[in-house]
């Protein structure tokens, strides 16, 4: 049997590289697929891939006159949100992992793993998937391969990376390149496991069919390995949206901004300013993920690994994100929405009339009124980035962009402020560490309560929590021209309950503060807690402010400080030993200066 298999996967393959050959045998002769293919990329594969995923129910075509190209896929109930309970990393050593990971000796998870693998692609096919996160020739660029027996993961795939031969191609015969092994097993959430092995550089992940649980490019590689890399290599692995600003006299600026997920990075990311900003331009780079590293002039650069998006889809509409409606207009994957009489799509949030009837994200019939949401929450779209009418021409420039801002924010309904400025790089990190949020549908579990969420890496970094501060710490004796670090929060409401920031577009309005601090253009206004803009530097005309608003948005309240300190401990008392000093001298001056 084994021979046979080694022999089936070496003479189809198109390719020569040994240490790939070899191991795509290997996964072959534990997981037993009845085929193999190796996908190239080509539009050909796409067009059988789909048709081979509508005849089997897969993917439902959507009304290809209103939406062409599109179609839908209704996950599994109970596979809808990344599941972090069952998301380990695998060091040798549970120290290296840290705290804020789950950790199973790597021993032991292969063997765990190894047991549900057994035979798990009997019956099925294994598409071999290579892929590269990063512009195809970048130095910065990432090869891995997927074997899954996924043929939704295979078509998401193509579209969220450069996938197939030119992947292929840029691996040569080298043996560096990630070895992820899907299986969407029988979907049962107690044989389900996101197993990450940072020393091998291999993923396996079982059990699963959504998103980021699967594509392993996206959260498993480009942040959790990536991470780990990122801190052997001397760069940045990061949960950030990229986003370039350009002004009226035409000078870009670029940003970096890190939230967690679902708080509107998409949105952001690709943001048209508002009216009163004739002139001024947003386009992105990348909405999800940044790789930063520091170019030969001293800067710090950005690529965005990725090449789609896999963004929200409930909230979404022609106010809160044009470009994202434009975006999923066609050749998109969308994944647990709702369905209407016409086989188009829709989603709570969406522009116009509720229909009085639709389809649900289960596939049962729903009625206006119903309790129950048409489509889930963390429905998601997958679309080319290729889609957006604001792409960067930089998206698929292999040096990247360089970043002159990096922004840190959360959902929170109160104590953060709507916006301000770091004093510096140390005292950023420590802004960027002290991050909280209040969860969303994007990961199972309960939806609102705060979580201290560093960076917004919590749920993807690879390794210890206290050494990727440390980290972040240590990358600014490398950088000549340090980015300058803002926090926003545009999530803070009144005692009623009502947001005092109206977000999305208006946010240009905040960026333009941030640009103009880069560039040294305003004053600035000092609080215990950072810079923030004066009154009046952020323009309200045409806003339906009350007066109060941004006043009350960029406050600081003493009680809240006392319990947001309280909750930073901790956290950082989590980190032990490993707590970065540099940070705890950090608390020390914030708790002096606050006076609690
Ligand atoms: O589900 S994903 O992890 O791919 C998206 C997200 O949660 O940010
Ligand atoms: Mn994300």
Redesign the pocket.
Same mark, same amino acid.
């Given at each position: 049997m084994a021979s046979t298999q080694r022999a089936a996967v070496t003479s189809d393959a198109p390719t020569k590289n040994v240490a790939l050959l070899n191991w795509v045998a290997r996964c072959a002769q534990m997981t037993q697929p009845d085929r193999i293919i190796w996908c190239d990329g080509s539009e050909a594969e796409k067009k059988r891939l789909t048709e081979q995923a509508v005849k089997e129910g897969i993917l439902i075509p959507l009304n290809q006159e209103k939406r062409p190209g599109c179609y839908l896929h209704r996950s599994n109930p109970n596979d809808v #949100?990344?599941v972090e309970h069952l998301t380990f990393i695998c060091t040798p050593n549970k120290t290296d992992a840290g705290p804020t990971n789950n950790w199973m000796d790597p021993e032991q998870a292969y063997t765990k793993l190894g047991l549900l693998f057994d035979g798990s692609m009997k019956g099925r096919t294994m598409y071999v998937v290579p892929y590269a996160m990063g512009p195809l020739g970048g130095t910065s660029t990432k090869i891995g391969v997927e074997l899954t027996d996924s043929i939704y993961v295979a078509l998401n795939m193509r579209i969220m990376t450069r996938m197939g031969k030119p992947a292929l191609d840029m691996l040569g015969d080298s043996e560096d390149f990630n070895r992820g092994l899907h299986s969407t097993g029988d979907v049962n959430p107690d044989r389900r496991y996101i197993c990450h092995f940072p020393h091998d550089n291999t993923i396996w992940s079982f059990g699963s069919g959504?998103?980021?649980?699967v594509?392993l490019g &996206? &959260?498993c590689l480009a942040l959790r390995i990536g991470s780990y890399l990122g801190r052997e290599e001397g760069w940045l692995a990061e949960?950030m949206l990229i986003l370039g600003v350009t002004d009226p006299k035409g000078q870009t600026t670029y940003v970096a901004a890190a939230f967690?997920? #679902?708080c509107g &990075?998409t949105n952001f990311a690709m943001m048209i300013p508002p009216k009163s900003y004739q002139g001024w331009k947003v386009e992105t780079v990348g909405d999800?993920i940044a790789w930063m590293r520091v170019g030969p002039d001293g800067r710090l650069y950005a690529i965005n690994p990725e090449a789609g998006y896999?963004g929200?889809v409930p909230g979404t509409n022609t106010k809160t994100n044009p470009n994202a409606m434009a975006t999923i207009a066609k050749d998109t994957l969308f994944t647990n929405v709702a369905m209407t009489a016409d086989g188009d799509v829709w989603w709570e949030g969406k522009d116009g009339e509720v229909p009085e009837e639709l389809i649900d994200w289960q596939g049962r019939p729903w009625k206006k009124g119903s309790p129950d949401k048409a489509a889930h929450p963390?429905s998601?779209f997958t679309a080319p980035m290729t889609n957006n009418p604001a792409l960067s021409p930089k998206a698929n420039d292999p040096q990247g962009v360089p970043i002159s801002a990096i922004i840190f924010g959360g959902r929170r309904s109160n104590t953060v402020p709507l916006v301000l400025q770091a004093f510096n790089w140390t005292h950023g990190v420590f802004l960027g560490a002290t991050m909280g949020s209040e969860t969303t549908a #994007? #990961?199972t579990g309960k939806v609102g309560v705060v979580r201290r969420d560093p960076m917004a890496m919590l749920?993807?970094c690879g390794y210890h929590m206290g050494d990727y501060l440390q980290h972040w710490l240590d990358m600014q004796k490398s950088i000549t021209h340090l980015p300058k670090i803002f926090q926003v929060n545009w999530f803070r409401q009144d005692k009623n309950g009502k947001y005092l920031w109206p977000g999305y577009g208006e946010n240009m309005r905040v960026l333009e503060w941030i640009v103009n601090r880069v560039h040294g253009r305003v004053p600035t206004q000092e609080t215990l807690l950072g810079w923030v803009p004066r009154q009046g530097d952020i323009p309200t005309q045409g806003l339906d402010l009350p007066p109060e608003a941004i006043s009350e948005a960029t406050s600081i309240k003493a009680d809240e400080w006392k319990s947001e300190l309280k909750s930073q401990e901790v956290f950082f008392e989590q980190l032990g030993t490993k707590a970065p000093e540099a940070l705890m001298l950090q608390r020390k001056l914030l708790i002096s200066r606050l006076g609690s």
């Open positions: #949100a990344r959504y998103g980021g649980n594509l &996206k &959260k949960h967690p997920s #679902a &990075k999800d896999f929200v963390n998601r #994007a #990961a749920p993807f």
